[in-house]
């Protein structure tokens, strides 16, 4: 049973990470990075709340803790790195240039990006494309790089 539940555990952790990717720099905004208060509001009561719809408390309480601490670790870091980004992205130009070329932007401006990014949501927008899941992933991919020239034009200001 203990692995069920860790596999259960891993998959509501994985799909918010997915979301956390997607919209980091937001966050980063949000929770003024704190990175206590997002581990424990974003991903953690988020996975209670989801987890006691479907299974009783009393296995929730059981396996639960022991898996948190086990993944809290590996979250953190990924919040870090995430994070170190939106307090310097000149340090990081390979994405900042990554992102533009996702994009097709030669010179950045905040106009051209959010007309860019527009343009591709009408092209990729789950309700629209056929093959939903391709279109989700491609929607995560268009708000990641989306944060990414977001958070640099931000600290240019």
């Known amino acids: 049973m203990k692995d069920f539940y860790a596999k259960v555990f891993d998959y509501i ?7 956390f990717q997607a919209m980091f720099y937001k ?19 988020y996975a209670k709340r989801k987890l006691l719809k479907y299974f009783p408390l009393w296995d929730l309480l059981e396996y639960y803790p022991e898996y948190v601490v086990r993944k809290r670790p590996v979250l953190r870091s990924y919040i870090n790195a995430y ?33 860019r990014q527009k343009q591709m949501i009408k092209k990729y927008h789950p309700d629209i494309h056929t093959d ?9 991919l268009i708000n990641y ?13």
Not at 28 to 41: G, H, Q, V
Not at 83 to 110: D, H, Q, T
């Open 132 to 140: 939903k899941k391709s279109a989700h992933k491609h929607m995560l």
């Open 13 to 19: 952790f994985d799909k918010r990470m997915d979301l």
């Open 83 to 115: 994070w170190m980004f939106c307090l310097s992205p000149y340090r990081y130009p390979a994405r900042v240039r990554e992102s533009m070329e996702f994009f097709g932007i030669k010179e950045l401006n905040l106009q051209e990006l959010r007309k």
């Open 145 to 157: 790089h989306y944060q990414i020239l977001l958070s640099y034009l931000n600290k240019a200001e």
């Open 27 to 45: 966050l980063y905004e949000d929770f003024n990075r704190d990175e206590e208060l997002f581990l424990k509001a974003w991903f953690e009561d």
